[in-house]
């Protein structure tokens, strides 16, 4: 990002403090990119026939009538795959669009007592443990597909020497004035990911239409 010295006078948002903290969210949300994007290394669910899910890569349609059969599917391919006592250690999960979030709350306001009676007060609570599932919320999804299975299998790993650390260059070089009068500062995320091969099974790209 880059700070024009006058601004940095006028304006309490143009401080270096302020610009740092937007870094460090922006850092976050490409790391939630970064993770979600890695979809080529998962297991592919999707229709395996009449709306039916299963190992496929074709796309389901989500609607508020088979979140909990996309739910179940999952869960069921995670038995299909031995990973019961895995499962039950760590948990499984779904990260939802915002859209299919909605229909996976109005499925809640419509089923059982407690969680129905908390939803319609309160709205459905990103991250609720609901039909044997953690459920998530990501804007960060490439098209067409969401990210479910078991917690913890995918592993982002990141460099620590240079996360959370922000760079600033003063007069930064310009390509059409020799150099800006101001103040550039950036951070960087080094980073890996790995998906173990014998846990494959037991992560998915739910394909979605």
């Known amino acids: ?12 948002y143009a401080k270096m403090a302020e610009m ?14 970064i993770s979600l994007g890695n979809h080529a290394a998962w297991t592919n669910i999707g229709d395996v026939g009449a709306g039916a899910v299963g190992l496929s890569t074709t ?12 739910v179940r599917g999952i869960i069921e391919q995670v038995y299909v795959a031995n990973g019961f006592n895995l499962y039950k250690e760590k948990g499984g999960f779904i ?11 109005q499925f809640m306001q419509a089923n059982g007592f407690n969680m129905a009676d908390s939803s319609l007060k ?3 609570s990103i991250g609720v443990d609901y039909l044997g599932l953690y459920h998530y919320v990501s804007t960060a999804h490439t098209a067409q597909h969401l990210f ?11 460099l620590k020497s240079t996360y959370g650390r922000t760079y600033v260059n003063e007069m930064p070089a310009s390509s059409t004035a020799g150099s800006l ?29």
């Open 95 to 105: 990260t939802w669009r915002p859209a299919d979030w909605t229909f996976m709350t």
């Open 122 to 124: 309160d709205g459905a």
């Open 59 to 70: 796309t389901l349609t989500v609607t508020a009538s088979n979140v909990d059969d996309i």
């Open 181 to 209: 009068s101001g103040t550039q500062i950036h951070t960087r995320l080094d980073y890996g990911l790995l998906v173990p091969t014998n846990l494959l099974p037991t992560i998915f790209d739910v394909n979605v239409a």
């Open 148 to 158: 479910a299975g078991i917690r913890g299998v995918q592993k982002l790993g990141i």
């Open 20 to 33: 740092g903290n937007l870094l460090g969210k922006k850092i976050g949300e490409r790391a939630e990119a």
């Open 1 to 12: 990002m880059y700070l024009d010295y006058a601004d940095q006078a006028q304006s309490n």
